[in-house]
Structure formats: C-alpha cells, structure tokens
Antibody, heavy 116, light 106 residues
Framework: QVQLQESGPGLVKPSETLSLTCTVS????????WSWIRQPPGKGLEWIGY???????NYNPSLKSRVTISVDTSKNQFSLKLSSVTAADTAVYYC??????????WGQGTLVTVSS | EIVMTQSPATLSVSPGERATLSCRAS??????LAWYQQKPGQAPRLLIY???TRATGIPARFSGSGSGTEFTLTISSLQSEDFAVYYC????????FGQGTKVEIK
C-alpha cells in the first residue's frame, strides 16, 4: 500500500518561498504521476501541478509562474516550491499519487500558514 | 478553466434516507467526472470516476450518473459514516473541483 507523507515548514513569511517535500513509501515512484493539491481553510480543492518520475511536469496555469515541482527518485521523494507567497496561499497542502487524473493516494496534508 | 458548481451547499438528511447531490460544469467534460468524499481532518477519498464507475471498495449505495455538463451523486440509504463533504472533480481539461456539498444529519 502506497503511503505519502508531507514535510516542511508550517509557517512562511509573505513574499518568501514555500517549500514542501513528499516521501513515498510502499511503492515505486515510477508507478504514478505525483501531484500537489491544496485546500484553503474551509474551502475547496485546487490542483497545483504534477510530475512524472522522468521529470516531466505540468502546472496549474493560474500558478505556473510561481510553481516548481521536482522529483528525487533516489530518495523516493518529490517536492513543491511556491514563490512570492501571500496570505491567499495559506492552505492545507496535500501530496498525492495520481493515475489518469484520479487521485488514488493522498498524504495526510500539512497546513502552511503565510504570515509575518 | 472549467468551473464546477455543486448544489446544494448543505444537504440535511436523516439516516436511511436518500441523498442526491448535483454538480454542473461550465462546459462539457464528457464523462470525465469524479466524486470524492472528505471527512473532517482527513484527506478526500475517491468514490466515483468516469461519472458512474465506483472506485475499489466503495459500497453499492453510492452511484453516479450524468454526462456533458450535468452530474449527480446519489447515496441510496445514508449511513452514519456517510455524513461528510462531497466534491466533484472534472478531468477533461486541467482538473478542477467543485466547492463541495456538505451532507449533514437532519
């Protein structure tokens, strides 16, 4: 059974870069597309982007200028960087294992608050 | 971006009753529509994909229908564990989610 675990700072200052890492266990990182999805408090879900183990990526057009997703196959990890954050980027960030745009596996989620 | 609109925002239902949730797309998504269930403090769980196919392990009381722009999730007889928030997601283009329908105990 694939398990995902997010890690990274829970507090980021405005204008700085949010950085999160997701560790994949119980399965091969070459088996799925790996995504980041976020959920602002009390709101709906927003797909940030995805990466394949080969390194190919695709990002939400509305966030594309600020997002970088990378993969480290040797560590079975993939990462998210979101630059120039504002309070609107405060959310629970989920890492996810995706196949054909359907989320089969979710991390537990990590709350990132943007505040000075 | 395809906008997904769910209604109602909140649905109050008694245990054992039927619940019908709606999801509308701003343009056709064919049958590329999924439903997820989310309980407080948990990640969502995939229920339905392809508009009407239940995911592995999902009870038969959950059913989905529709195509194009209009979709429905029906829970035939609500169990206590079904009270949650339900999201639709289109994946015909860049994936987008609806804002959710909260199913609460009446």
């Amino acid at each position: 059974q694939v398990q995902l675990q997010e890690s990274g700072p829970g507090l980021v200052k405005p204008s700085e870069t949010l950085s999160l890492t997701c560790t994949v266990s119980g399965g091969s990182i070459s088996s799925y597309y790996w995504s980041w999805i976020r959920q602002p408090p009390g709101k709906g879900l927003e797909w940030i982007g995805y990466i394949y183990y080969s390194g190919s990526t695709n990002y939400n057009p509305s966030l594309k200028s600020r997002v970088t997703i990378s993969v480290d196959t040797s560590k079975n990890q993939f990462s998210l960087k979101l630059s120039s954050v504002t309070a609107a980027d405060t959310a629970v960030y989920y890492c996810a294992g995706v196949e054909q745009w359907l989320v089969d596996y979710w991390g537990q989620g990590t709350l990132v608050t943007v505040s000075s | 971006e395809i906008v997904m609109t769910q209604s109602p925002a909140t649905l109050s239902v008694s245990p054992g009753e039927r619940a019908t949730l709606s999801c509308r797309a701003s343009q056709s998504v064919s049958s590329n529509l999924a439903w997820y269930q989310q309980k407080p403090g948990q990640a969502p769980r995939l229920l339905i994909y392809g508009a009407s196919t239940r995911a592995t392990g999902i009870p038969a009381r959950f059913s989905g229908s529709g195509s194009g722009t209009e979709f429905t999730l029906t829970i035939s007889s609500l169990q206590s564990e079904d009270f949650a928030v339900y999201y639709c997601q289109q994946y015909n283009n860049w994936p987008t989610f609806g804002q959710g329908t909260k199913v609460e105990i009446k």
